[in-house]
């Protein structure tokens, strides 16, 4: 069975850190991009990151509120997707969810060769794990 | 950043009926666009990719269509566990980013 588990929430001070992990099961994890999504309490959901796999250069992107304060690392070896934040705000108050990115590949004939598109969608979801920053 | 408006933020229906809703970017995004749905304390489940593919296992009443800056998300015929928070999301870029929701109420 195909399965993410965070964990590492918690109650933190502003301006403390706290690392999330997410424990991946059930597909070979190497290979997958991965994401954080968060959501605050009864708002909408707020992309927060992506890493591609090593093989694809292992990079990451972030949302403007989190970036160069919040790193997002993997583990390979144990299968386990990190969220490190840092300088934590009250508005960072939400529930991170992990979720894989995975690409749908269409190739399409054209005269001057095949043009190859990427279409990622986030289609496993962990259960999410609650952070509260407040003092 | 490209901004997703989804309409309208709440609407309330009967079972049976046919929903309807629309998600605009705001560039073009061409196909890249996705539809989740959310229930209440649960993590999104992916419903629709690429504006209309349908994700496996996710009933056949669930349909996307639209291209460009238009999007729409059709139930034909409402069941009672579709009530819940309907979210779109474009993969055209990053930073990816939702929309604001749309809360699917019980008439």
């Known amino acids: 069975e195909v399965q993410l588990v965070e964990s590492g929430g918690g109650l933190v001070k502003p301006g403390g850190s706290l690392r999330l992990s997410c424990a991946a099961s059930g597909f070979t994890f190497s290979n997958a991009w991965m994401s954080w999504v968060r959501q605050a309490p009864g708002k909408g959901l707020e992309w927060v990151g992506r890493i591609k796999s090593k093989t694809d250069g292992g990079t990451t992107d972030y949302a403007a509120p989190v970036k160069g304060r919040f790193t997002i690392s993997r583990d390979d070896s144990k299968n386990t997707l990190y969220l490190q934040m840092n300088s934590l705000k009250t508005e960072d108050t939400a529930v991170y969810y992990c979720?894989?990115?995975?690409?749908?590949?269409?190739?399409?004939?054209?005269?001057?060769?095949?043009?190859?598109?990427?279409?990622?969608?986030?289609?496993?979801w962990g259960k999410g794990t609650t952070v509260t920053v407040s003092s | 950043d490209i901004q997703m408006t989804q309409s309208p933020s709440s609407l309330s229906a009967s079972v049976g009926d046919r929903v309807t809703i629309t998600c605009r970017a705001s560039q073009s995004i061409s196909s890249y666009l996705n539809w989740y749905q959310q229930k209440p304390g649960k993590a999104p489940k992916l419903l629709i990719y690429a504006a209309s593919s349908l994700q496996s296992g996710v009933p056949s009443r669930f349909s996307g269509s639209g291209s460009g800056t238009d999007f729409t998300l059709t139930i034909s015929s409402l069941q009672p566990e579709d009530f819940a928070t309907y979210y779109c999301?474009?993969?055209?870029?990053?930073?990816?980013?939702f929309g604001q929701g749309t809360r699917l109420e019980i008439k």
């Open positions: 999301q474009q993969s055209y870029s990053t930073p990816r980013t």
């Open positions: 979720t894989t990115s995975t690409a749908h590949i269409v190739v399409v004939p054209a005269a001057r060769g095949p043009t190859t598109s990427y279409y990622y969608y986030m289609d496993v």
